[in-house]
Structure formats: C-alpha cells, structure tokens
C-alpha cells in the first residue's frame, strides 16, 4: 500500500463513534462502572455458595470459623444476610445501569439525529437532487436507531463479559493453578472466532442498510405520487417493484442471518470442552483430597458462568455489526463537506435596499452543459422587472443563483454593490421572499403555513396578510377556518389556495425583495386575476423580479427580460417589446391570438 493509499484509509466508524461521544464522558462512565458493579455482586452468589456448602461440611472447622464466627447457626445468618446485601446491591446497580445506559443512547440518538439533520439542511441543493428522500430518511431514522440499540444492551453487554472474564480467571488462578488453564483454553477460540464472525459480517450487514434505503426510497416515492399511480392505475406495478425491493432486502438479510445464527451453536460446542474439563479433573482433585468440596462447587458454578456468557457474544456481535454500518453511513452524511459558505458580512433587512446586478455569470448544473452563459443583468432598487422565456431558457436557475442554493462558476452577483458570497447567508435569503410554482405547504394548520418562517406575529397580522393576499375569504369558507388542517403538501386545497396562501406567507416576511417564480402557472384565469391585484399590492416599493410565462401578469414591469439558451436577448418594456416584433411580440401574439400590438 502505498503513502497516499494509507492518508485516504477511512476511519473505523466505531473509532468515528468514540470521537462523537467525547461530549457524553461523564455520562459514559457512570454507565460502565455501574455495568461493571452489577457484575461484580452477580458473580458474588456462586462463591456464598461455595462457602455454604463449605459450612455445613466442615462446620466449625469452615472458612467463616477461621473468620472468628464459630456457630454454624452464626455462619448461615451471617451468609443469608451477605445474600440480601449482595442481591440488593446487584438490583441497584443493575436499575442503574439500565437507565443510565438507556439515557445515553437516547442522548446519543436525539442529537445525533439533530446534528445530523441540521448538517443536511446545510448541503447545497445539488447533493438532493441527487439523492433519494427515501434513502435519507433511512439514515435519519432507521441508521440511527439501529445505534440506539446496540447502546441499549450490546455496550453493556460487552462491558460484563470482560468483567466476568477478568474476575473469574483471576479466582481460578488463584484457587486451582492447576488446573485453571483447562477453563481458559476455550477463551481465545472464542474470541478468535468472534473476531472472524465481525470480519463476515461487516459486508454483509452494509449491504442490508443499503437495501433496506433502497426500500425506503420506494415507499417514500410512492406514498408521495399515490395520485398519479391511482390515475394511471399501476397498482399492481408498483406492488412489484415494492416486491422486488423488499425480496432484496429479504436476502440480503438471510445470508447476514445464516451466518450470525451459527455463532453461538459453534460457541457451545467450544464451551463444553472446557466445562468438562473442570467438572472431570476438578472432581478428581477433590476425591484426591487436593481441593475442597465447597471450593470445587464454587469452580463449576463459576466455570458456567465465565463460559455461557460468550454464547450472548453472538447476539452481541450481531447488534454492532449492525449499528457499525448504521454509524458508518450517519458518520459519511456528517462528513459530507458544505459546498456552499456562509458570508461573513451581516446585512439587516432595514439597511437592504434591493439593487442587484448580474454581471458575466455563467453556471451549469454540469460543468460542460452551461444553462446561463455570460448573462448580466441590473435589476434597481424599488422596480419590478419580469423574465420571461421558453422552457429550459434558465429562468428558474436564476432565482436558485440569486438565493444561493447553487453556486455560479464564473462572473459575480451582487446585491446592493456587496457580492453575495460576502454575505452571511441567512441574511441573504432573508432579504427575499420566494413565491414559486410549486407551492409547499407543511402538514398543519393554515395560520401555522401562513405564519411559517414568521413565528412572532399575531393572529391579526396573519389575517391582514391573507386579505392582501385575498385569500381571507376562501379561508373563513374552510371548516376550521385557519385551524383548518391543510394536509400533508397542501394536498386539502386547490393550487390556487395554496398560491394565495404562499404569496399571504410572504407578504408576513415582508422581505425587500420579492421573487415570484411562475406564481399564477398553475391557476384559472379569476383565479390569476386576484393573484394578480394582491401582487400589485405588495409590489409597490419593493424589488420584484417576476418569472412568468403568463405575459399578461407581466406587461406593467418596469422592464422586462426575455431570456433564451441562457442569454438575454431582448430586454425593454411591454410596449418597446412589441415594438420590436422579436420574440417577445411572438410569444405575446401565441398567447393573446392578436397579431400585431396589443
């Protein structure tokens, strides 16, 4: 391997996952110790036993006599009150290990999955258009609490096998040197098969994550375009491809199955090797008088308990190859570099005049396929100016610029005389309110759609903002009014409702500078109309830039873009277009059915 090989090697997500609980130590450590106490009172009843039989053997001449207490009366009470002692102390730690373990990884989960979310918001709008909703929601959810589960009980888990193995070894060697061996000879088999097991497992549990994204990903997809597979009636289509998604899913977990079940019946056959040993060669120590009879008992009861815990590494072994691939796909969404930096320049909305200027921009969402090329724009402060253009001309691709969610890749954009990758960016899409085609609404009341980014204003300011917007009337006609639920997207209202109610949301963030995409593409014509006479409304002193195909909502701009293969090509009035006879009279004239002027 060489130099550079070594510098790109990834990190192990379970050394990725040390590094993020930093934050938890204190929290860490109280877990471990309590897992490690409840263990240690655990493996304390199999030596009382020992020393019980040892009493009713030896009677005043056993270990406790020696101890100062004679009476073998005396020696059972002593040892039924250091039962009580010690079974309520392993009860204690083992209730404080549960919740202590169970609320770290809740912790753990909750802002992991925060922190998680809050970095994705942060991505440029490239990384989601290339990715599924269903497959980030599968990170978001299911990769995370995968690695609650494995918090909940695998950490813990490992945590009192090694305690066991440490404290029972050490009793052993202490009290049968002899013979101590015999029950640690199945101990690196053990472990050396656990690790090949982890090494098996690995690819095969990253592959289901994979599939079970996949998986979601189609639902996702479907649940989201259940009317358009309802009006083409591809039910049983899609219960296929749900079938054959979920079959893969299905296997790819029955190979990860076939091999983690055989884990722990492999284990046994090790285990039983050394159980026999102690049980046959301990007991002829004994009958030899070479040990004890009560220390004989303590040995085979101990033997069971170092040897029968390690079958549990299996189920172990199995909830951390799974919540690794879990880790490892949060720790890769976490690690995603942000192409796109805030600005280090704060601009308050009261000192934003809203004077952009385009200047040379040229951007493509691929490198080789430009959509704008050298385009250059001024849009003054106060004005309303319109772009207009066939399909594909960048007219939409410009609002995404002008907001940031892509970055330009040559020439400059600025807003009033600061570039915009100066300014911090949550100040930059401050300063404008987006009133697009494609209206999304949130699960949720109407005041709570209205109001949403504006989470300060009254009642009484969203009901002005709806009747600028004139959707106050529909609103009052709901059931519920503006408590009415609008359902998931909007989907309870018709495209116009929801069109007003976005323009009625924008109007409440009262931005310096409005955009309106295509906000009267999708409505009737009175509908258009009452669009309409709310934008003349909040347009007034305020920078508008009105994407539309619409011309007829347009004519009154103070100027108008027509914008074709990236580049500007006419620009003027309503009146100075026409003259002109150029495209914009073509499109004007397809439109209206006039020929000529207006």
């Known amino acids: 391997m060489t130099i550079a090989q070594k510098k790109i090697r990834p990190i192990p997500p379970i ?66 009150l250091l039962s009580m002692i010690i079974w309520g102390l392993e009860s204690v730690f083992e209730y404080a290990y549960e919740r202590l373990w169970r609320n770290l990884a809740q912790n753990i989960q909750h802002n992991l999955r925060l922190e998680a979310y809050d970095h994705l918001q942060k991505l440029e709008l490239a990384y989601f258009e ?30 009192q096998v090694l305690t066991t193995v440490v404290i029972i070894s050490g009793a052993f060697f202490i009290f049968t040197p002899n013979i101590a061996w015999m029950a640690m000879l199945p101990i690196p088999f053990i472990l050396a098969g656990s690790i090949g097991f982890q090494n098996l497992l690995a690819p095969r549990y990253s592959l289901v994550r994979e599939k079970v994204s996949l998986l979601n990903s189609r639902l996702s997809n479907n649940l989201s375009g259940i009317m358009t597979i309802k009006s ?8 296929e491809r749900l079938r054959e998604d979920s079959e893969a899913y299905r296997q790819s977990n029955r190979k990860a199955i076939a091999l983690s079940a055989a884990f722990v019946p492999l284990i046994r056959v090790i285990i039983l090797a050394g159980f026999t040993a102690i049980l ?23 033997t069971q308990r170092l040897l029968w815990p390690l079958t549990r590494l299996g189920q172990t072994l199995d909830l951390y190859q799974r919540a690794m691939a879990s880790t490892r796909r949060v720790m890769n969404l976490l690690d995603t570099p942000i192409a796109i930096d805030s600005g280090h320049l704060s601009l308050p909305l009261t000192e934003i005049r809203g004077e952009i200027h385009l200047k040379n921009v040229t951007f ?56 915009i990758q100066d300014i911090h960016l949550g100040d930059l899409r401050r300063s404008m309110g987006l009133v697009s085609q494609d209206v999304f609404l949130f699960h949720g009341t109407v005041r709570d759609n209205i109001a949403y980014g504006s989470p300060d204003v009254t009642f009484e300011q969203i009901v002005q903002a709806s009747e600028i917007a004139e959707a106050h009337s529909f609103i009052q006609k709901l059931p519920q009014g503006y408590d009415t639920i609008v359902g998931e997207r909007g989907q309870k209202l018709s495209g116009g409702q929801r069109q007003r109610l976005a323009i009625a949301r924008a109007i409440l963030k009262d931005p310096p500078i409005l955009i309106l995409d295509e906000a009267t593409s999708a409505v009737d014509n009175e509908t258009e109309a009452a669009i309409v006479r709310s934008l003349e409304k909040i347009t007034c002193n305020r920078t508008t830039i009105a994407i539309a195909h619409r011309l007829s909502t347009i004519r009154y701009a103070d100027q108008i873009y ?5 580049e500007v090509v006419e620009q003027g009035t309503h009146e100075d277009l026409l003259a002109q006879a150029g495209v914009y009279a073509g499109l004007w004239q397809v439109q209206t059915g006039v020929k000529g002027a207006y």
């Open 15 to 80: 050394q990725q996952l040390f590094k993020y609980g930093k934050s938890y130590q204190t929290l860490i450590w109280q877990a471990v110790t309590c897992s490690i106490l409840n263990k240690i009172f655990d493996l304390a009843p199999p030596a009382i036993i020992g020393i019980a039989v040892d009493v009713v053997v030896q009677k005043e001449t056993s270990v406790l006599a020696k101890w100062g207490i004679v009476d073998v009366f005396s020696q059972l009470v002593f040892l039924t």
């Open 130 to 159: 290339e990715r599924s909703t269903g497959g980030l929601l599968s990170i978001l959810n299911d990769d995370i609490n995968q690695l609650e589960r494995f918090l909940d009980v695998g950490a813990n888990e490992i945590l």
């Open 232 to 239: 083409f009636t591809s039910e049983v289509y899609e219960v």
């Open 280 to 302: 046959l060669f301990g007991g002829m120590d004994v009958v030899n008088g070479k040990l004890a009879v009560g220390t004989y008992s303590v040995l085979v009861f101990l």
């Open 364 to 419: 493509g969402y691929h490198q080789d396929y430009p959509i704008l090329r050298n385009l250059s724009l001024a849009i003054p402060a106060g004005k309303t100016i319109a772009i207009v253009g066939s399909t594909g001309s960048g007219k939409s691709t410009l609002v995404k610029l002008l907001l940031r969610l892509y970055e330009i890749q040559e020439g400059l954009i600025t807003l009033d005389g600061i570039n």
């Open 562 to 566: 027509v914008m074709e293969y990236g």
